[in-house]
């Protein structure tokens, strides 16, 4: 009768099985997918870009490893980072689908530091869609690209 061991529950004796998936890999993971649905959204999905995605979920990693508690904040940071970084590259990101007239905008984050992040328009004081879901947002009405030259 020595087989009766608690210890021996199969070969998963690693981590603790009752830990899920970090939640700070799945916070980046989404983070990371919410902004490029964004991106897609706008069309700007581009190689060059991607890679600006890339740089800011890695330096949120720290960030959060830094700050556990910013977890949940980090779609918000990822998706101004982007726009920040897009701002000095390529130009205003996302331009608010919201006021099709006047001056082009970018939409803002908000919560600038918070969970559930959202864009809206500064300008009109609307919240113009959840951060990943711009495509629904801008609606099936735009062409995105006229082909002129
Ligand atoms: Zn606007």
Known sequence: MHSDNPEDSGPGSGPDPSRPVAPLEQALHAARALVLADLEAGDVARP????????????????????????????????????????????????????????????????????????????????VAAVGTLRAAAGPGEPGGTGGS
């Open 48 to 127: 060059d870009i991607v890679s600006l995605v890339e740089e800011s979920v890695a330096h949120r990693r720290w960030w959060v490893e830094q700050w556990p508690e910013g977890v949940a904040y980090v779609s918000g940071l990822v998706a101004q980072d982007v726009q920040d970084a897009l701002l000095e590259r390529y130009g205003r990101w996302p331009v608010c689908p919201v006021c099709a007239e006047g001056d082009p905008h970018a939409l803002d984050v908000e919560p600038e530091l918070g969970p559930d992040p959202h864009w809206v328009c500064g300008k009109a004081g609307v919240v």
